[in-house]
């Protein structure tokens, strides 16, 4: 390209602008959409079938995969550049007819995307998982749920499990939906205004695996939607591993004595002995900050860019696949995590005993015996709460009689079973009675886990099925290649 229009950019340059430090991981899709364009012209008859099957065979011998060199700018400018070299200018110099690196970036960045969804969409369904059998462990083990993390009321760590497991089912999803957007090809669209040659769009899409074209051609050299929402979708994974993270440090405190941590996801102290530390959920909640940064990055990029290309497009790339690698790593660290915790079951079901999580359904049977509003209830069994507190009581040693004359002072005469109230605040009790759809009651946890277990199939058939797609495109186009005679 140069020494015609401009001299030889300084190498200084040339390294400063260059992407070639993380093209690699788009390099073989720019190949297969090279290839793609190639048969096009061929089936459209823009270069003869002879000059094809030359152009085609270096490319070919690239997708076996190749090094990047440094001192070029990029990996399209370096496969024209090996197709050149092999084939001489007279005949590779015919390849870039009707493409642009624009369309050519913007196409590859989709196919690799692709990939990516699929492999955070697997890591996604393992974690599922791993989720759901921990939860068929713990349907009867009785926890006190948390808001504002207070005690609040008694839910089972089966519930609270299935909790994260909803939001990595969402995060799934999140990805599918994103991958819909991502599968339009912008191939055709050239530098931004198409060609005057009589390209065959939908023809590269499909070769290429894509449903469809991008059809505006200035959007589609343009758009890096697809990137910020991947960017998005893999922040809010993190940030739900960070969740997580967040939670089992609190949980594995002396204080809480939840859970203990799996040794081989600790460490220790350098110089206290006793230590046992959470590193790997610290780090996982550092890392969701970076990559929050990261989708902050890309979007602040894309903000004041006139259309069309312009080279500011490039750097959102590495940010992107920054976010989506430590959502990977942190994605498979946290499954190792929890398939090897160990809680402590009893200590949760006494802190949900002990803690008052349970005088909500005490306020709700009162309702229900006495056919009182609940707000009058409800202040029954905070006054009673409150004297209980004061006085140093566990919810076990309430008694009727405190209650009688807490309810009076509220201007209600009841007399109430000493059974009933150590039934109310049994917190196995409480998560019995909660039958609602969606609650910790054993049956509608069960429910929810055997729901999600079907799910979780259906889930797989699909990526594994997306996963096949993509890996026919290089069949698809080696097929294609011999069809034309180009191979
Ligand atoms: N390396 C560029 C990128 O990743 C490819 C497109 C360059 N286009 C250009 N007109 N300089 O976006």
Redesign the pocket.
């Known amino acids: 390209m140069w020494e015609a229009r401009i001299k030889t950019p300084s190498i200084e340059a040339t390294q400063y602008?260059?992407?070639i430090s993380?093209?690699d991981r788009?390099a073989l899709d720019v190949v297969r959409v090279n290839i793609a364009h190639l048969l096009m012209l061929v089936k459209q008859g823009i270069i003869n079938v002879s000059d094809g099957r030359a152009i085609y065979g270096v490319l070919k011998r690239l997708l076996q995969g190749f090094s990047l060199r440094p001192q070029l700018?990029?990996?399209?400018m370096h496969i024209e550049d090996e197709v050149i070299k092999e084939v001489g200018v007279s005949v590779g110099g015919k390849l870039h007819t009707g493409k642009?690196?624009?369309d050519?970036?913007?196409t590859a960045?989709r196919m690799t995307a692709k990939r990516v969804i699929i492999e955070l969409a697997h890591e996604l369904l393992k974690l599922r998982e791993t989720l759901l059998s921990q939860c068929e462990k713990h349907i009867n083990t009785i926890m006190p749920g948390y808001t504002h993390l207070q005690h609040a009321q008694p839910i089972t760590l089966a519930h609270h499990l299935l909790a994260y497991h909803d939001k990595f089912d969402r995060d799934f999803k999140r990805l599918l939906e994103v991958y819909e957007r991502v599968d339009e090809s912008p191939m055709g669209s050239a530098?931004l205004a198409g060609s005057s040659f009589n390209l065959d769009r939908e023809y590269v899409a499909k070769l290429l695996g894509f449903s469809k074209i991008e059809e505006n051609t200035v959007d589609a050299v343009s758009d890096r939607d697809f990137m910020v929402e991947l960017a998005f979708a893999a922040a809010m994974i993190m940030i739900h591993l960070s969740q997580i993270a967040e939670e089992l440090v609190l949980w594995s405190t002396w204080e809480f004595g939840f859970v203990e941590l799996p040794d081989a996801y600790s460490s220790t102290s350098s110089i206290m002995p006793q230590k046992k530390n959470p590193v790997v959920a610290e780090v996982v909640r550092a890392r969701a900050s970076q990559v929050l940064g990261m989708l902050f990055s890309a979007l602040s990029i894309l903000k004041r860019l006139p259309l069309s290309?312009n080279?500011d497009?490039?750097e959102v790339?590495p940010s992107v696949w920054f976010s989506v690698e430590e959502t990977l790593r942190a994605l498979r660290i946290i499954k190792g995590v929890i398939e090897g915790l160990q809680f402590d079951v009893k200590r949760m079901h006494d802190a949900a005993e002990l803690g008052f999580s349970t005088v909500t359904e005490l306020a709700n049977e009162i309702v229900r015996r006495f056919n009182l509003p609940f707000r009058v209830a409800y202040r029954i069994v905070g006054r009673l709460v409150k004297e209980a507190v004061d006085a140093g009581l566990t919810p076990n040693e309430i008694t009727s009689e405190m209650l009688e004359k807490v309810a009076l002072c509220e201007g209600v005469l009841i007399k109430i079973d000493e059974e009933v109230i150590r039934e109310s605040l049994n917190p196995e009790m409480c998560v019995a009675k909660c039958k609602v759809s969606g609650g910790p009651s054993q049956r509608s946890v069960v429910d929810m886990i055997n729901g999600r277990k079907l799910k979780l199939l259906t889930d797989s058939d699909r990526i594994i099925e997306l996963k096949r797609k993509i890996e026919e495109i290089d069949l698809q186009l080696e097929s294609e290649a011999k069809r034309l005679g180009a191979a």
């Open positions: 602008i260059s992407s993380f093209d788009i700018e990029d990996v399209h642009s690196r624009n050519q970036v913007a960045l530098a290309y080279l497009l490039q790339t």
